[in-house]
């Protein structure tokens, strides 16, 4: 701190205790104390636990005495990589593990684009850009139960179903669908869905990097006589790239942890189950918390392994450049 | 933009597409379809829950969509809050529970996280940067992963210390407050740093503490920060399905997320009902979000809201 009081003196070990410095350091951790104590006993350590557990033996009788549960080694993880949800079974069924990475990674992608688009959209001055931008924000902040559910209803494979009226109508089918019992269709639409909900996030990243830009860049692109599209790829593209490449990592990150989506849109059928929903059917289904915790553990090393490449390869960009 | 060449207004009869071509570029064109097309795909599922909300049974269960409810009809929503409907559903009962829940995870995170961004901002002290990551890492875990563990520590505490860990809302508050803290306090701390230091010193000088510094000073500077952070916490725990799902099994304490899901799993499906519980639920939300829309776009950028 930049204040300091110069007062007498004290003794030497009583002004350690009673210096301004040290005052300040024990108000600092008083004010965080609250704060860290509920992350660390409500993430931490249930994070750290939960290694534990994956390799116990931990079913309903004994959830009450976790600390005795009788230790298995490794069977949690051979029962989780063994099972036919999780495994790789050809193309008719990809297991959680693949569904898992592919959902994430085009759902992300489609996130991005979409985002990227809306910004550029908005970024542009026109009458009504304030009410648009809060209109954009809707399916970001509206409760993922309402949402999930008004999709459901739109997507029904009855022919009251607006999607199957409407393609009836332009005669793009003759039977209705049901839409999120197709597999294939149904882990598609799940991608969407996930696209539409969450691209307001990276939008509003993107808008406020955009404002921030430098307008003489493009200034100078106009002199050398540059189109519109010139302009976007080799001026705003390089400058996005950085907060583009971050907002990829998060959501990345948090649609691979992501339950309530996929569990409220298809409960985890029809070729859309993921680890998290996975992870919920062996500990609230079958009760097999350890295998549960196991499973749940494998989703955060696969998630692991992504984050590390990708800092590797964007460590490797950021030296090249 | 290219500004358009305008020519003088002419006699000769333009179809519609040349005098949209004279009255602008083909970017804004572009512009205005993507438009357009984004405010469909956005606003029609809001249209449709709550169109959808006023429909009568005879409306919802026909052969073709209703795209116009005929009249706004209260079918589903008596059978929401009055008593003396056979399907009686006593969604006020939920939507106190949401309060009950929402309300003290926003108040505590905001009074917590205030308390520690401004330890973090203007304090020194001996493992700030370890604290800082080790909170960060939260971003990392999956909740589904986290309730294992909780379910298993507060069991086992629980039959210690004698409370009960299902049915429970100080717990679903406690596991909110987890989840909301380490965002808030990010964002009121990136925002306590742009307050200048030296108003601070000066009340120092005059022979403030520390906390009536917070409190008289930079509490009142951070106005804009500390709404965003009290309605995104409020909105993470108004929405939140998973925890309620897991922690919750007595109907009269269902939220409302877990009481929608409910109604929606009958095994007579009534989607007006649905659709009038989630216009309840959603209208609130969407409101605040209108109206603050200024103080909440910066909040969220600040903090990389988690969603």
Known sequence: MAVSTKSSPPPPRRRRWNSLQAREARLAWALVLPTALIVFGLVLFPAIFSIWISFCDVTLKNLGDVFHAPFVGLKNYQGVINDFAFEWQGFQSWGAAVTSVVYSFAATILTVALGLVASLLLNRPFKGRGIARALFLFPYVAPIVSVAFVWRWILDPRPSGVLNDVLMRLGLIDLPQAYLATRGLALVLVIIFEAWRYFPFAMLMILARLQALDATLYEAAEVDGATTLQKFWYVTLPELRYVLGSIFLLRLMWTFNKFDDIWLLTGGGYGTNVLPVLTYQFSFKSFNFGKGAANAMLLLLILLVFLIAYVRIVMRDTEEA | ?307
């Open chain 2, 1 to 307: 933009m290219n500004t358009h060449k305008s020519t003088p207004c002419s006699d000769e009869k333009l179809n519609i597409f040349e005098h949209l071509a004279r009255r602008m570029s083909l970017w804004d064109f572009i512009a205005v379809i993507t438009l357009i097309f984004f405010l469909i795909g956005i606003l029609f599922p809001f249209y449709w829950m709550t169109s959808s909300s006023f429909k009568t049974y005879a409306e919802i269960g026909g052969r073709e969509p209703t795209y116009i409810p005929s009249a706004l009809r209260l079918d589903a929503y008596r059978e929401l809050f009055d008593p003396a409907n056979e399907h009686f559903q006593d969604f006020m009962s939920n939507i106190i529970n949401t309060i009950k829940v929402s309300v003290p995870t926003a108040v505590i995170a905001v009074f917590l996280s205030t308390l520690g961004a401004y330890a973090v901002a203007r304090l020194k002290f001996k493992g700030k940067e370890f604290l800082l990551n080790s909170i960060l890492v939260v971003y990392l875990f999956p909740g589904i992963l986290l309730i294992i563990p909780i379910f298993a520590m507060l069991a086992q505490l629980g039959s210690r210390l004698g409370f009960e860990i299902q049915d429970n809302l100080v717990i679903l508050i406690l596991t909110y407050l987890a989840q909301t803290l380490p965002v808030a306090l990010y964002m009121l701390a990136n925002y306590f740093r742009t307050i200048p230091v030296e108003i601070e010193q000066a009340a120092l000088i005059d022979g403030c503490s520390r906390l009536e510094v917070i409190w008289r000073v930079t509490l009142p500077l951070a106005i804009p920060a500390l709404v965003s952070v009290s309605i995104y916490t409020f909105m993470i725990a108004w929405n939140e399905f998973l925890y309620a799902f897991i922690f919750l099994n007595q109907r009269e304490l269902f939220t409302m997320p877990i009481k929608i899901n409910t109604i929606f799993n009958d095994p007579s499906p009534r989607p007006h009902v649905v659709m009038a519980a989630s216009t309840i639920m959603t209208m609130p939300i969407v409101f605040l979000f209108l109206s603050l829309e200024r103080f909440l776009t910066e909040g969220l950028t600040a903090g990389g809201v988690k969603g």
